[in-house]
């Protein structure tokens, strides 16, 4: 059964950081590239950030370039999701997702609330 976790949300001030942590357990995970997305209230789902199975390569959203970070470590089956210079708008449900273009799983989510 494939299980991912998500982990490291909460309450955080305005320019403040904080990091995601999802894990991976009952697949293979450097057999998937694995993205985060993330979902404000009362909006919908908007992919932030991805990361190549290899973790050779990534992209990101315009809206966080610059301030987020993914990485992953495959010995781990953990992907991260490192976010500096936190901004109100950054508030929403964040997920990750693995996929392999056959395949595809989410995790349940983590909230992040920026706000003074």
């Known amino acids: 059964q494939v299980q991912l976790v998500e982990s490291g949300g909460g309450l955080v001030q305005p320019g403040g950081s904080l990091r995601l942590s999802c894990a991976a357990s009952g697949l293979t995970f450097s057999r998937y590239a694995m993205n985060w997305h993330r979902q404000p209230p009362g909006k919908g789902r908007e992919l932030v950030a991805a990361?190549?199975?290899?973790?050779?390569?990534?992209i990101y959203a315009d809206s966080v370039k610059g301030r987020f970070t993914i990485s992953r470590d495959n010995a781990d089956n953990t992907v991260y999701l490192q976010m500096n210079n936190l901004k109100p708008e950054d508030t929403a449900v964040y997920f990750c997702q693995a996929a392999n273009g056959q395949d595809n799983y989410w995790g349940q989510g983590t909230q992040v609330t920026v706000s003074s």
């Open positions: 990361i190549t199975r290899a973790g050779d390569s990534s």
